[in-house]
């Protein structure tokens, strides 16, 4: 992960929220971003516009105080390992400065040639923002010493203030974040060595193997520690395994991206010039990352993080293709939240999206890998089960709709004070193919018929589509 959040107005996770960078701070709730503070009062009224770099007048006192806590001790102990970890570092080489100028121009080539796609990735991602320059600060923590290795970061960091345009204090959090991962990455490599010197054999390149796999999850684990924290710490609405870690795709990216900066450390020891084609290389890798995102997004509702139902729609047609060639089961499931216009107009519409938010999470732990999840609009959402029987759909349903009414949701009212909805019912039509219906189409018709008369039966309740409208007869 890369040290993360640096965004305003929102709280990390929450509705409207910036995207924490896996290492960089996320947003405060309640902070309008760009307006300048004004004092009504006191001595500084006189003054008129209150700067908001000054640190009496930063978000972050706005954020919840266990986070202010959490955020402050974190650096503490950041800043005394890094101060400890600088003056043990012994002085750099001559060869080491000229290692320092290519990752230096290599980092800055990447960030300048990238830098409107990397504004347009901020503005777009919603979660964790995987910053792809660890490609320059991770092969930084695996050739040079402690002091140089901040250098690099510090080059990074100040090239991405004119970019990220985040809050002082997030910025401050995310830099420091860098540089402690950075710093105890280089510690782990060097205390694990000695590397690979002469002409090694298989057994020491599997051990230099091993070496860099173990650098790399401490750079991560420092990384997911610090901005973790700080997302978990946040309010109950942004606690989700996804705001929190970042999708599989998101931390795919990043495995990679850490990867390439294992692969520019072994060029940059080897065959220095060549590291001018890893500059070309992540040019192009932070372009790629743009389309995925791009076509994330479309396939992705941005209120629940689960496939909207473009997304979901194309996925079901693959998924039905291959049913009806294999002669394997399938089944539809179409879930309806019951009476969920009383939660918008009893507690409000944000405490309706947290709902919505948290269903939809629920449905992603409860239900398969192989299975679909995505909205079908509303309060509805839609679950494609492959390969399964009807006695398994019969307890799949049941799971959803048991899991739903345990929810305790911890959101807000109307007037923004705390508020727990919980003992939520939902209605679950199930069609099943090819009985309920051959095409994707019709499966949906016919579980959304379902719904309907399960609500006409009383509601919190799963029910097959026409003529099953109980559960299998040995159940």
Request: hydrophobic share 45%.
């Amino acid at each position: 992960m890369h040290p993360g959040p640096d965004g305003d107005p929102a709280a990390p996770g929450e509705p409207g929220g910036p995207p924490p960078e896996r290492a960089e701070s996320a947003a405060e709730p309640g902070v309008t971003t760009g307006a300048p503070a004004t004092t009504t009062s006191g001595p500084l009224a006189t003054a008129g516009v209150r700067h908001p770099y000054w640190p009496g007048n930063w978000a972050l006192w706005r954020r919840r105080p266990v986070q202010v806590a959490f955020m402050l001790a974190a650096e503490a102990v950041a800043v005394a390992i890094l101060a400890v970890s600088f003056a043990r570092s012994p002085i750099p080489s001559g060869n080491d400065w000229v290692n320092f100028a290519i990752l230096a121009a290599g980092a800055t080539v990447h960030i300048q040639l990238t830098q409107r796609q990397e504004e347009r990735r901020r503005n777009r991602t919603k979660t964790v923002l995987i910053d792809l320059t660890a490609v320059w600060t991770f092969s930084a923590a695996m050739i040079l010493p402690v002091p140089l290795i901040l250098f690099v970061i510090a080059v990074i960091r100040l090239q991405h203030w004119f970019i990220a345009r985040r809050p002082a204090h997030n910025f401050i959090f995310s830099s420091i974040t860098h540089g402690l991962a950075g710093a105890l990455a280089h510690l782990t490599y060097t205390a694990i060595g000695p590397h690979l010197l002469g002409r090694p054999g298989w057994g020491d390149f599997l051990r230099e193997f091993g070496t860099i796999v173990v650098t790399g999850a401490i750079y991560e684990a420092i990384q997911i520690a610090y901005v973790g924290g700080v997302l978990l710490l946040g309010t109950p609405a942004g606690r989700t395994v996804r705001n929190v870690l970042g999708s599989p795709a998101d931390n795919m990216l990043e495995a990679i991206t850490i990867g390439l900066g294992a692969v520019t450390a072994i060029l940059l020891a080897a065959v220095p010039p060549m590291v001018a084609v890893m500059a070309v290389v992540t040019v192009v890798f932070n372009r790629l990352a743009e389309l995925d995102q791009l076509q994330n997004d479309v396939r992705t509702d941005p209120k629940t993080g689960i496939l909207n139902m473009r997304g979901w729609s194309e996925s079901a047609e693959r998924a039905l293709e291959r049913t009806a060639r294999s002669g394997d089961q399938l089944a539809l499931l179409m879930v309806d939240l019951d009476h969920f216009k009383w939660i918008n107009d009893t507690y409000g519409h944000p405490a309706g999206d947290d709902v919505l938010r948290t269903v939809a999470q629920t449905l992603d732990e409860v239900t398969r890998p192989s299975d679909l999840v995505g909205r079908f609009g509303g309060e509805e959402f839609l679950v494609l089960l492959p390969d399964i029987d009807e006695e398994a759909t019969w307890d799949a349903a049941e799971r959803i709709r048991i899991a739903i009414a345990k929810l305790h949701i911890v959101t807000t009212d109307k007037r923004g004070d705390p508020a727990t909805i919980a003992d939520r019912t939902t209605s679950i039509g199930v069609a099943r193919h090819p009985r309920h219906g051959d095409t994707l189409e019709r499966l949906l018709q016919s579980a959304d018929a379902a719904v309907y008369l399960a609500k006409e039966n009383g509601r919190d309740q799963v029910c097959f589509a026409r003529d099953s409208l109980t559960p299998p007869a040995e159940r």
